[in-house]
T-cell receptor, first 116, second 116 residues
Framework: EPEVTQTPSHQVTQMGQEVILRCVPI?????FYWYRQILGQKVEFLVS????????KSEIFDDQFSVERPDGSNFTLKIRSTKLEDSAMYFCASSEWGLAGGDEQFFGPGTRLTVL | AQKITQTQPGMFVQEKEAVTLDCTYD???????LFWYKQPSSGEMIFLIY??????QNATEGRYSLNFQKARKSANLVISASQLGDSAMYFC?????????????FGKGTKLSVKP
């Protein structure tokens, strides 16, 4: 069964450093998403991406964040200068259509980012 | 603004018993989708069940059913015949289709513990 993959599973970085989180969505999916979950809290939407551009972003997704689809398979989230409060689990998700209907968003296993 | 409310931070259920996890939502959209995800201690997000706002029948997927009461804006998850492996966090989520590109809004979750 196809699945979303994410690397690394755990990333530890120093405050102020840049990190890139990588995701490989399911191959025939068209819509991609990043969510984050601070430990013990709910999952929060960051950004959605379609047709090589951002479709929607939340207020969390400020200028420190960027997304890119550098090739036909990878989807990356970059945090330019990490802050302590960026420590969270980051989930990538993809869906086939992204429109009204029952298409689920398939989530990857997550990358746990720890900023020291 | 769209919002998901899960009022039960934690629930206990005896193995083989049924359990209902509550979810209420708030939206002004006429078309929307409601989802339940399971998050085991390993951290991944596992899709369980979907209900569309125009679906007349309650959704069912194996031991999971969604008790959808549109007038009350509730979408409770019912798990029948609980198993030890059902112990996890459960998140209710909504996708508002009026203008969004499909991002999900999550509740704070309910931690279910199944007792042997």
């Amino acid at each position: 069964e196809p699945e979303v993959t994410q690397t690394p599973s755990h990333q530890v970085t120093q405050m102020g450093q840049e990190v890139i989180l990588r995701c490989v969505p399911i191959s025939n999916h068209l819509y991609f998403y990043w969510y984050r979950q601070i430990l013990g809290q709910k999952v929060e939407f960051l950004v959605s991406f379609y047709n090589n551009e951002i479709s929607e972003k939340s207020e969390i997704f400020d200028d420190q964040f960027s997304v890119e689809r550098p090739d036909g398979s990878n989807f990356t989230l970059k945090i330019r200068s990490t802050k302590l409060e960026d420590s969270a689990m980051y989930f990538c998700a993809s869906s086939e259509w992204g429109l009204a209907g029952g298409d689920e968003q398939f989530f990857g296993p997550g990358t746990r980012l720890t900023v020291l | 603004a769209q919002k998901i409310t899960q009022t039960q931070p934690g629930m206990f259920v005896q193995e083989k018993e049924a359990v209902t996890l509550d979810c209420t939502y708030d939206t002004s959209d006429q078309s929307y989708g409601l989802f339940w995800y399971k998050q085991p201690s390993s951290g991944e997000m596992i899709f369980l069940i979907y209900q569309g706002s125009y679906d007349e029948q309650n959704a069912t997927e194996g031991r999971y059913s969604l008790n959808f009461q549109k007038a009350r804006k509730s979408a409770n998850l019912v798990i029948s015949a609980s198993q030890l492996g059902d112990s996890a966090m459960y998140f209710c989520a909504m996708r508002a289709d009026g203008g969004s590109q499909g991002n999900l809004i999550f509740g704070k979750g309910t931690k279910l513990s199944v007792k042997p």
